[in-house]
């Protein structure tokens, strides 16, 4: 596993001319201190050489027939569906607790598991969003993104099969509470003008502009949540797809507003794209939760917006 060292990260926003944020919780440690953060993402060199480790969930998101032609060794195949709520108003919702204990159990993730994530052709931010639902059941710290996913293992010449993954077990977790990622709508309306706080808007320019309706099911609107700043989810990685470096990620977040020490509030559509700068954000120490729901849910409740 490589290990991030979050001074790196420190360093690149020194050069920006800032100071190092720390870590959620962390805000009064110096920067060293909070150095022993493991990055959330392995590369294909790395998980090339632990497939055959026995306690690897390595998870493939795409379109299944993608998956049935060729996926990486070992992988088994993931929907979104497969670890949000069932039931609700909204397009995507985290589940409780319970529920989504039984769901990760039932995809072979243990208490001992490490869970490798990747997407099969650009599905960054499902990808992301499946990492998000892994943090707040409490296991961020044993699941990974595979930077570039299969297109980057796929250009390196890596092996790839068609043969369906046997069935394993279903695995054992010890019942956990969902961690503090979530926030919802009175949240953000009474912090994002708050000092200390900046709201991001993921979503593409163009609906952050007003230039596009957003929304889902029956609810669209133009324009973004008053307050907010726009850092478009594709930014966070490169054209190929693998993830820009420290420095190229703190300053995206510099010039979208945030400060050191600042807490960052994301929303997009629907909850989903936003999962890709909340990625990021932890990558490089920002603290940060998820407008679960999103535009769709400030929608719904009919809140004011801005172009």
């Not at 195949?77 to 529920?99: C, K, Q, W, Y």
């Not at 993954?165 to 926030?183: H, K, S």
């Amino acid at each position: 596993m490589q290990i991030k060292i979050l001074a790196k990260a420190a360093v690149a926003f020194a050069i920006l001319g800032g100071s190092a944020i720390l870590p959620y919780r962390a805000h009064a440690q110096t920067a060293a201190q909070a150095t022993a953060q493991a990055e959330p993402w392995v590369s294909t060199a790395w998980l090339e050489s632990h497939l055959h480790d026995p306690n690897l969930v390595l998870l493939h998101v795409g379109e299944e027939s993608q998956y049935k032609s060729a996926h990486i060794p070992g992988a088994r195949f993931i929907r979104l569906a497969d670890v949000a709520a069932t039931s609700g108003e909204l397009s995507l919702e985290m589940p409780t607790a319970a529920e989504l204990r039984q769901r990760l159990q039932g995809l072979g993730i243990s208490d001992g598991s490490r869970v490798v994530v990747y997407f099969g052709d650009n599905q960054v931010s499902v990808s992301t969003r499946i990492l998000f639902t892994l943090q707040s059941a409490g296991l961020a710290a044993h699941a990974d993104l595979l930077d570039g996913g299969m297109p980057k293992w796929r250009r390196e010449g890596r092996t790839l099969t068609d043969r369906a993954t046997a069935a394993t077990p279903p695995g054992t977790l010890a019942p956990f509470n969902l961690q503090p990622t979530i926030v919802d709508a009175a949240f953000v309306r009474a912090h994002a003008r708050q000092p200390g706080y900046v709201l991001i808007d993921a979503r593409a320019a163009v609906y952050y502009d007003g230039l596009e309706e957003s929304g889902a099911g029956g609810h669209h609107r133009r324009g973004h949540i008053p307050g907010a700043h726009s850092l478009p989810f594709t930014g966070i990685t490169n054209d190929d797809l693998t993830l820009k470096n420290p420095t190229e990620l703190l300053a995206l977040f510099r010039k979208a507003g945030v400060k050191p020490g600042d807490r960052v509030i994301a929303y997009c559509h629907i909850g989903q794209q936003a999962t890709a700068v909340l990625f990021a954000a932890r990558a490089v120490g920002i603290d940060a939760v998820l407008y679960d729901g999103s535009f769709e849910d400030w929608t719904m409740r009919n809140l004011p917006v801005e172009l």
